[in-house]
């Protein structure tokens, strides 16, 4: 596993890329040949060889590494070292060439319902989101939408929202929330959120004025109420990415 001289024309990483490309680069240098995908799933975390493969596959589309094929354990060829792209970065900076726009690696946590609850949460993988859309990359993950009850909001079955973790919001914002699932598991949900502003002063009103309103942005669908001990709010909905990948 050994390193070529960089060029000029080093393919921007994003920030997720170039940690996988440093730990390459450590652990050759430390052992004297590659890490197999397994001590890469290992190191960072990853629950499957597939978001070990893709971060692999991505380097080596940008010209960083090069892979070997039938299957060979330790098969990964250092192109190009992680300072590339950075001496890349300060040339374009000293020249006034244009720097392309960075981006930050966010876990994409599984799916949430735009409908029905769903189960989220699950995830072995991470998306490239541009650092522009992200004011607070430590606290903000990813979730992919299925269902049709927020289109009114322009959030459509499919696409990917980005979420700020927090447990409080106020009435009329979008959240992610864990609530009572039908079958008596926890779901998650994406909604606008209203909270009650005092309990019912007579009997004569509706109990839902002392609930949680959990409401779709769909006239076709209906408010989910709760008990306000039975909303956890995970999170509160501050971007979109449609999917065209």
Same mark, same amino acid.
């Given at each position: 596993?050994?390193?070529?001289?960089?060029?000029?024309? +080093? !393919?921007?990483?994003? =920030?997720?890329?170039?940690? #996988?490309?440093?730990?390459?680069?450590?652990? /050759?240098?430390? @052992?004297?040949?590659?890490?197999?995908?397994?001590?890469?799933?290992?190191?960072?975390?990853?629950?499957?060889?597939?978001?070990?493969?893709?971060?692999?596959?991505?380097?080596?589309?940008?010209?960083?590494?090069?892979?070997?094929?039938?299957?060979?354990?330790?098969?990964?060829?250092?192109?190009?070292?992680?300072?590339?792209?950075?001496?890349?970065?300060?040339?374009?900076?000293?020249?006034?060439?244009?720097?392309?726009? +960075? !981006?930050?690696?966010? =876990?994409?946590?599984?799916? #949430?319902?735009?409908?029905?609850?769903?189960? /989220?949460?699950? @995830?072995?993988?991470?998306?490239?989101?541009?650092?522009?859309?992200?004011?607070?990359?430590?606290?903000?993950?990813?979730?992919?939408?299925?269902?049709?009850?927020?289109?009114?909001?322009?959030?459509?079955?499919?696409?990917?929202?980005?979420?700020?973790?927090?447990?409080?919001?106020?009435?009329?914002?979008?959240?992610?929330?864990?609530?009572?699932?039908?079958?008596?598991?926890?779901?998650?949900?994406?909604?606008?959120?209203?909270?009650?502003?005092?309990?019912?002063?007579?009997?004569?009103?509706?109990?839902?004025?002392?609930?949680?309103?959990?409401?779709?942005?769909?006239?076709?669908?209906?408010?989910?109420?709760?008990?306000?001990?039975?909303?956890?709010?995970?999170?509160?909905?501050?971007?979109?990415?449609?999917?065209?990948?």
């Amino acid at each position: 596993m050994t390193t070529q001289s960089a060029n000029h024309d +080093t !393919a921007p990483l994003s =920030p997720r890329e170039k940690t #996988v490309l440093e730990f390459l680069e450590t652990y /050759a240098r430390l @052992h004297g040949f590659a890490p197999t995908y397994q001590e890469i799933c290992s190191h960072f975390g990853f629950a499957s060889f597939n978001s070990a493969q893709r971060y692999l596959k991505q380097l080596e589309a940008k010209g960083y590494i090069l892979l070997g094929g039938n299957n060979q354990k330790r098969s990964i060829r250092l192109l190009k070292s992680a300072s590339s792209y950075q001496d890349t970065i300060e040339e374009r900076e000293r020249t006034g060439t244009p720097v392309a726009s +960075t !981006a930050v690696a966010l =876990p994409l946590l599984g799916r #949430v319902a735009a409908g029905v609850p769903l189960e /989220a949460f699950e @995830h072995d993988e991470f998306i490239d989101v541009p650092a522009s859309l992200v004011k607070r990359p430590d606290k903000t993950y990813a979730l992919r939408v299925q269902g049709q009850s927020m289109i009114e909001d322009g959030i459509l079955d499919g696409d990917v929202i980005l979420v700020e973790r927090q447990s409080r919001a106020e009435n009329g914002e979008i959240v992610v929330a864990v609530v009572p699932g039908d079958t008596g598991q926890e779901e998650a949900t994406v909604k606008r959120f209203y909270q009650p502003r005092g309990s019912a002063r007579n009997t004569g009103e509706s109990e839902t004025r002392t609930k949680i309103e959990l409401r779709p942005a769909n006239s076709k669908m209906k408010s989910l109420w709760f008990e306000p001990g039975e909303v956890q709010i995970r999170g509160i909905v501050v971007g979109l990415l449609r999917k065209f990948w």
